[in-house]
């Protein structure tokens, strides 16, 4: 059975902080990785990574991939009340359904003003 | 560009009784899906559709319908609710050219079955 598990469950910072927030998975046919960030209501989408070693950025957000050990970081650089949500991981196996991709249960990130 | 409207965004429902969750998409897109999401369990699949008349089960379908007879709609149907059943829903989308696997998400309904 395909398994995606964010760590933390929980994480509660200052403003500017720096924080890491985990993804390992077991997936069979692995294709990409992806992060949503959930704020109160839909999830938004962040980044997609396929290849191992290759940083995607957006702004104080980064993630990396590495395909030998299974697993996926998301940093904040410089935290800010309004990185407080939950961020979503899901790992896609290819084709074209959605039963393709399985959801990790989240890291719920406060940050403290 | 309204991207995925979800109604209602509340509701409240006695044991037994039936409704239906709506699901619209303005961006063309082939795929929809619909998920649950319950504390601590993530997102759970619970019925997808890859074009208009072509449904299919996810992880936990037992007790909702649904049908795809547009490209743009794909309502849920909760056929005799149950406290189970209580949870937030979310209709999402996506398409072959901006990529099946990157969804676009409603902004959720939160269903309560007493």
């Known amino acids: 059975e395909d398994k995606v598990v964010q760590s933390p469950l929980s994480l509660v910072v200052h403003e500017g902080d720096t924080v890491t927030l985990n993804c390992s998975y077991e997936?069979?046919?692995?294709?990409?990785l992806l992060w949503y960030k959930q704020e109160k209501k839909a999830p938004t989408f962040l980044f997609m990574l396929t290849s191992s070693g290759i940083e995607k950025k957006s702004g104080r957000l980064s993630s990396i991939l590495d395909k030998k050990e299974l697993f996926s970081i998301l940093n904040i650089t410089a935290t800010q009340t309004g990185d407080s949500a939950v961020y979503l991981c899901?790992?896609?196996?290819?084709?074209?359904?959605?039963?393709?991709?399985?959801f990790g249960s989240g890291t719920q990130l406060t940050v403290l003003p | 560009n309204a991207g995925v409207t979800q109604t209602p965004k509340f509701q409240v429902l006695k044991t037994g009784q039936s409704m239906t969750l709506q699901c619209a998409q303005d961006m063309n897109h082939e795929y929809m899906s619909w998920y649950r999401q319950d504390p601590g369990m993530g997102l759970r699949l619970i019925h997808y559709?890859?074009?208009?008349?072509?449904?299919d089960q996810g992880e936990v379908p037992n007790g909702y319908n649904v049908s795809r007879s547009t490209t743009e709609d794909f309502p849920l149907r909760l056929l005799s609710a149950a406290p189970s059943q209580t949870s937030v829903y979310f209709c999402?989308?996506?398409?072959?050219?901006?990529?099946?696997?990157?969804?676009?998400f409603g902004a959720g309904s939160r269903l309560t079955v007493l």
């Open positions: 997936v069979t046919n692995f294709r990409s």
């Open positions: 899901a790992v896609w196996r290819g084709g074209g359904s959605a039963r393709q991709l399985t």
């Open positions: 999402a989308s996506s398409g072959r050219t901006t990529g099946a696997n990157v969804l676009t």
């Open positions: 559709s890859v074009g208009a008349g072509i449904t």
